[in-house]
Every structure is written in C-alpha cells, then in structure tokens.
C-alpha cells in the first residue's frame, strides 16, 4: 500500500502544476506565444541540459556493466508500444492525420520526469539508476524512431538531419562520454574544491539550475496549451479514449508480459528493484514533452495536449493498481 501512495504521490502533484498552467492560460497570464516560447525553451535548451547533467553525474562503467540490457529493453519497450499504437489507430478508427501522432503518442511513455521521482521513493539509488540507464536507450529511439514516425516515416536526409542536429542526442552522447572518460564529475558540486574545482563546481551547479527548469517548465507549457484548446479546438473523445488505453494498459500489458517470459526463458533473475521500476516506466501517461515534439516535427499538437492530460489523469489509478498487479510477477 505504502508504494501505491507514493505512486499516487508524484503523479498527483504533477497533474496540479499542469492545471496550474491551465488556470494562467485561461487568465491570459499564459499568452500563445509565451506558451510557445517556453516550450522551444525545454525542447532545447532545458531538456538537453536535463540530460547531459543526469548521465555525467550517474552513468559508471560499473553501473553499464550491470545494466548493459536497460538501454535495450527501453528501445525494445517504445519499438513494441508504436507497434501497439499503430494497431489501435485503425482499431479506433482514428483519421489519417492523426495516426502519426496517435501511434507517437502510445509508444512514447513519460520515462524521466514521473518515473525518476517515484524509483527514487521505492529504491533509492538502485531506482535512480535503472531510469537513467533506461533514459538512454530511450533518448536515441526517442530522436530517431519518434521523429521519424511524426514526419511520417520519411528516409534519408531529413531524419539524419534530425538525429544528427538535435541538441537532445549530442547531450545524451556527451554526458556518458564525459561520465565514462572523467568520473570525477560525479562528485561535482558535492565535494568543497578550490581553483579550477570551484570553477567546475559552479558551472555543474549552474547547469543543474537549468535542467531542474525542465519538469515545471514543460508541466506549464502543457496546461497552459489544454487552457487555449478549451476555447478554440476540440479533440473528440475516439482518440483520445484510444491513447489512453494504448499507453496505459495495452502497451504496459504487453510488455510486462513479454519481459516476464524473456526472463523466464533466459533463467536470469531480476531484482524486485528493476522489475518493478522497468513496470513503473512502461505504464506511465504520455510524455510531457510529446506537444513540444510534435509541434515541431509535423505532428498533431492539440491530440498531443489533450492525450497528456486524460492519460495523465486516468494515471492516478492505473499506475498504482499496475505497481500492485507486477508485485504477484515477482
């Protein structure tokens, strides 16, 4: 019970601040533009800085060593769940020019800015881990795959030109390359230095000042899009019914079921630590960052919105009752 309610928790306060955003945009505190000024903001500035910061200061050779099959398993997991959205979208009937950002949507799962909070609660280090580890993997799909499912699965320059140009995936490469060749920066800003230690320190401290941006930032952004949509588009429940349950049971179901049985073949033994946190992340909502990225890269930005909330929403239960359900897989 104890571990539902911190599940219950952090998704909670997540939705508070989204309604937050909501409440400034029907104020007019949030204009369209500065909606949209703050979402360029995370998308490239804050979310990139997010991650260098996070793999510079978690990423070991140990821990590599131990994880190697996270990374994997997260570009295994998002692979699967796009191939679930696709299914739903003809299922669900949804229109054309939609199923883009409807298959993005289920097969993109909130795996930094809930998960992380929540494992850190459960696990603690082991926890924190696991997420980063499974960050990665899911950072380079993320910028390849995702984008290339948003532009419509178009070929050769344009997709490079995304993977190849795009701040997110130079931060990922960048910090694990700085993590792994210099693992002293692990401890900056935690350790008293002096000279050019000082100096280091305070521009890592600076950098995490940036990154930590990225949570309320992007919540913000999210609702203060769902305050303008209330007055001038409308998204029919069809859709928005479909993402929600591909995300948050079909994907999730899936994949916890096909994790299980690939352990169970191989004979390897999982720990209670990175079961459940690889469940957690599965059966998260929609990625807050998905309007961002689908605004930018061709997608559908009001299905985008409106799947956030309702699948953020419908979270509240079945993030916990799935934490419980994986307990009896253990």
């Known amino acids: 019970m104890f571990q539902s309610q911190i599940v219950l928790q952090k998704i909670g306060m997540m939705f508070l601040v989204m309604v937050a955003g909501w409440w400034a945009a029907r104020r007019s505190y949030l204009t369209p533009a500065a909606t949209k000024a703050m979402s360029l903001l995370v998308v490239q500035i804050t979310f990139p800085v997010l991650i260098f910061t996070q793999m510079m200061g978690t990423v070991t050779g140990a821990a590599l060593r131990r994880g190697w099959w996270i990374p994997l398993f997260a570009v295994a997991s998002i692979v699967l769940a796009a191939g679930v959205g696709k299914l739903l979208a003809s299922l669900f009937r949804v229109s054309p020019s939609r199923r883009r950002t409807f298959a993005f949507l289920v097969a993109v799962p909130n795996w930094v800015f809930l998960p992380l909070p929540i494992a850190e609660g459960l696990y603690g280090a082991d926890g924190i881990r696991f997420v980063l580890l499974y960050n990665f993997g899911a950072q380079i799909v993320l910028w390849t795959l995702g984008i290339r499912i948003l532009q419509g699965g178009k070929t050769g320059v344009p997709v490079w030109r995304s993977l190849l140009g795009n701040n997110g995936i130079w931060a990922t490469v960048g910090g694990v390359a700085l993590a792994l060749l210099w693992p002293g920066l692990a401890q900056a800003g935690r350790l008293p230095g002096t000279g050019w230690l000082l100096l280091g320190d305070g521009i890592t401290a600076a950098l995490k000042m940036i ?113 419980l359900a994986c307990h009896g897989l253990i």
């Open 211 to 323: 990154g930590d941006l990225t949570i309320p930032l992007s919540l913000l952004a999210t609702g203060a899009q769902l305050g303008g949509l209330a007055t001038t588009a409308h998204v029919s429940w069809r859709p928005l019914a479909g993402v929600t349950l591909g995300r948050l049971i079909v994907a999730p179901l899936v994949t916890i079921l096909l994790l299980k049985g690939a352990v169970m073949a191989l004979g390897v033994a999982l720990t209670e630590a990175e079961f459940i946190t690889a469940a957690v992340i599965v059966a998260m909502p929609v990625a807050i960052s998905c309007t961002m990225f689908a605004e930018q890269f061709g997608g559908d930005g009001e299905l985008s919105a409106g799947s956030i909330f309702t699948s953020t929403l419908v979270s509240l239960a079945t993030v916990p009752v799935t934490v």
